[in-house]
């Protein structure tokens, strides 16, 4: 039985949203078209496309404020606990690739696969969004669609979310575990998800590993049956 990771970034591995962060700095009026999305006038990818042309900055800017954010310190022990139990770790966002990559990096952690939204670079000071997992029949109009990623790798019993937030909605109600913190913990509450609260992916780690002890001892007992039966 596989196990696949679907793990969201922003406010989730990192500590603070990166994509708000960025978009304070060098897209202000980015609110307004926020409030339109929150009314349900436009969906997520139109409103995150909307956003990303409104940047003014320069690749070194934009680095430069990227190097100033970090990850749950937690995280890195987490990718390797992993790697080392054999468990697909996706990271799945529907915020930006580039900024994603770049935090990634700067931690160490370039072996993940990550699943975005695609920044385009326009000119000196100028971008624009592509949505290369996108979904045409997606419920939220995602640029990233979580439930069409949910499929991949791995049957969807046996897959795992960790998230924290709006995006991370819609995909709670097929994955076989939820790990949840902030507006998804409430939303799960409210729908009556099963989920495990947490805070850092140390206390996700601790649940899992206790999920593979169980099995190995339920493998290991019913090998024995076996072989007493024999």
Known sequence: MSLRVLCDFDGTISAADT????????APSWRIIEASWEAGEIGSADCMRRQIELMDVSADELDDALDGLEIDPTFPAFSRFCDAAKIELAVVS????????RIL?????????VYANHLIRRGPRRYSLGHPNR??????GAGTCKCAQAGI????PY????????????VSHRASAVFAKKSLLRYTERHGIAAFEYSTFADVQAVLESLLRSRQQSRSSANAGLEASA
């Open 135 to 140: 979904a045409s029949d997606c419920a939220t």
């Open 94 to 101: 529907d915020g930006v690739d580039y900024f994603i990559r």
């Open 19 to 26: 994509t708000d962060a960025i978009f304070d700095r060098f």
């Open 153 to 156: 790798g791995c049957a969807p």
């Open 105 to 113: 990096k700067n931690a160490g952690l370039t072996h993940l696969p």
């Open 159 to 170: 897959t795992i979310l960790i998230g924290d937030g709006r995006s991370d909605f819609c």
